[in-house]
């Protein structure tokens, strides 16, 4: 198949089955109404991001966090005090999204608020003794919930799909 040869072959064969697989266009040279859901980036991509969300919850049910908790809670016990935007940008959130995330975590004593020295109409955030000491419980869980999330690859595959991962964003 042209422009696959630079492709592991079992990503060749995938390819190959794929292209064999979708509907030729119709008059127009618009796609078919054979569209296949089930073999687009989006929908693989959902389906990936459920299953993994799954085996997280299973795994760090009793510590009640969800995955966005979660990675502020580590970012701010990895970085140490932040603002509430600069801690959206490092863990990829929007405003309305970290501000929700913040205010659940400091309802649950896991971060605080404390004025910024240098411009009081900012807050700045840090994890609390409770906070930093659940993040530290949890990262050899957050380790598993990883190799579980990625068991059905190889490492060798394990290591393609996260770089590939890693060019999309």
């Not at 970290?98 to 700045?124: A, F, H, N, S, T």
Request: net charge positive; charged share 25%; glycine share 6%.
């Amino acid at each position: 198949m042209a422009g696959t040869s630079g492709l592991p072959p079992r990503l060749q064969t995938l390819m190959a089955k794929r292209t064999a697989t979708e509907a030729p266009p119709d008059e127009t040279g618009q796609p078919h109404a054979a569209y296949a859901l089930e073999g687009q980036v989006g929908h693989l991509l959902r389906r990936a991001h459920q299953r993994h969300t799954g085996i997280f919850q299973e795994m760090v049910s009793e510590a009640q966090l969800t995955p966005m908790q979660f990675a502020a809670l580590v970012k701010l016990e990895q970085e140490g005090p932040l603002s509430q935007n600069h801690l959206g940008r490092l863990t990829a959130m929007d405003p309305a999204t970290i501000q929700g995330v913040i205010r659940r975590l400091e309802e649950r004593g896991l971060i605080d608020r404390l004025p910024d020295k240098e411009d009081r109409r900012r807050m700045i955030l840090r994890a609390s003794a409770a906070g930093s000491a659940l993040a530290r419980r949890l990262y050899s869980i957050a380790l598993q919930i990883s190799d579980r999330t990625l068991a059905p690859l190889s490492a060798t595959e394990q290591a393609q799909f996260l770089a590939l991962l890693k060019r999309l964003i």
